[in-house]
């Protein structure tokens, strides 16, 4: 599929800049409640490589689809190919829904309401608030982000991994700034008076 393929005419442009990282575009998307899209290239391929861009569209400030042009990936694993990309240039355009609704009746690019909030974002506060804005009967779709997240949160061992991976860097930026006899190991730790 080709971005070409989804039928989006060029919309009109709002917001054109370098954002710090995609929770920036979603937050926007979501307070201007806007129906559009936005294309995104991250900053470090920015003279590099044009098509390493995404296209994320909203309805109401929900998003609907995404779709990443390097790797010709729609929805979910769209979201995956952009999930790394930290600043990026940012252009978001306002556009009539009827102009959308060929591209969002297409099934394969199509992405929960929550799940760019969730696995781009990170911001279960972004997640909630753009739960609570979508529309009742795309909630159900395909799982969303807090399914993902009640199951990250059963899974212990993937929590010990990061607290793990936490303490590790830690006590590696402790040793750096002179500090690793100042942490408590965890061990119950000595008497504090002396």
Not at 14 to 40: C, I, K, N, P
Not at 48 to 59: G, M, N, P, Q, S
Not at 177 to 185: F, I, K, V
């Amino acid at each position: 599929m080709s971005v070409d393929a989804l039928s989006i005419p060029r919309g009109r442009l709002v917001r054109s800049r370098v954002v710090e990282g995609v929770d920036v575009v979603l937050a926007d998307a979501l307070s201007r409640a806007l129906t559009g899209y936005a294309v995104l290239v991250p900053q470090e391929t920015l003279l590099l490589d044009e098509d390493d861009r995404a296209v994320l569209t909203f309805e109401d400030g929900v998003p609907v689809l995404a779709y990443h042009v390097g790797t010709d990936a729609g929805g979910p694993r769209a979201l995956a190919d952009l999930a790394p990309c930290g600043p990026c240039r940012l252009d978001l355009y306002e556009l009539a829904p009827r102009h959308l609704r060929e591209a969002h009746d297409t099934p394969e690019v199509r992405v929960p309401p929550g799940m760019p909030a969730e696995r781009l974002a990170g911001d279960p506060s972004l997640v909630d608030r753009t739960r609570e804005r979508a529309p009742a009967d795309r909630l159900d779709e395909g799982g969303d982000g807090l399914d993902a997240l009640e199951a990250f949160l059963e899974d212990e061992a993937r929590i010990d991994a990061i607290r793990e991976e936490a303490r590790a860097e830690a006590e590696r930026r402790a040793a750096e700034w002179g500090l690793a006899g100042h942490l408590d190991s965890g061990t119950g730790g000595g008497d504090p008076s002396g």
